[in-house]
Each structure stands twice: as structure tokens, then as C-alpha cells.
């Protein structure tokens, strides 16, 4: 069964920095197509950063390109978001996703963590 368990979110003040973990578990397809998203109240979900195939293929999103960066971790089975000035609008819960077959779609999702940045 696959797992994907999020960590690293918190309260921080404007300019500050976090670290986002997500540490997967419980399947041998392809790991190294993955995502982070974030969603605030009210607002739709936002894809953030996505990092395809050993980093040949990331992406970010126009708003934290500069200041966020994602990575993966040697094993491929713990995904990094590092996040730099962080900013209120910033303000979200994050998830990590893999889209296991590396086909675009994003399957499976971990529970979210909580990031609150303060002014």
C-alpha cells in the first residue's frame, strides 16, 4: 500500500525558511515522479513543484520559482521541499503526491502539513 507521510510544515515568520519532508513507502513502481501542492482556504489546489525523472524535469510555480526548491533524496523514497522567503501568501497546507507510472497523474496523495507564515 502506498504511503506518502508529510513533514516539516509549521509557523514561521515572513522571510523565514522550512523544509518539507515526504517520506514514501509500500510500492516498487517508479518513484522518482513526484509533486508537492498546496491549498489554502478557500482557494483552489496549487500545484507547486513537481521533479521528474532524477531532476532531468522539474517545475515550479511562477510564485515561488527563486525562493523553493525540490529535491529528492538518494534512495528515492524521501522527497524534499526546501522553502526560502517564505511569504504570507504562502500560507497553505502542503501535500506530496507520486504519480507512480510518471504519466502526468498524480494517484496518490499523504495527508498534508501545515504551513503558516506570519507578517
Known amino acids: 500500500q502506498v504511503q506518502l507521510v508529510e513533514s516539516g510544515g509549521g509557523s514561521v515568520q515572513a522571510g523565514g525558511s522550512l523544509r518539507l519532508s515526504c517520506a514514501a513507502s509500500?510500492?516498487?513502481?517508479?518513484?522518482?515522479?513526484m509533486g508537492w501542492f498546496r491549498q489554502a482556504p478557500g482557494k483552489e489546489r496549487e500545484r507547486v513543484a513537481t521533479?521528474?525523472?532524477?531532476?532531468?524535469?522539474?517545475y515550479y510555480a511562477d510564485s515561488v520559482k527563486g525562493r523553493f526548491t525540490v529535491s529528492q533524496n538518494n534512495a528515492k523514497n524521501t522527497l524534499y521541499l526546501q522553502m526560502n522567503s517564505l511569504k504570507p501568501e504562502d500560507t497553505a497546507t502542503y501535500y506530496c503526491a507520486a504519480d507512480v507510472y510518471c504519466t502526468g497523474a498524480f494517484s496518490y496523495w499523504g495527508q498534508g502539513t501545515q504551513v503558516t507564515v506570519s507578517s
Open positions: 509500500g510500492y516498487t513502481y517508479r518513484r522518482d515522479c
Open positions: 521533479y521528474y525523472n532524477g531532476d532531468i524535469s522539474t
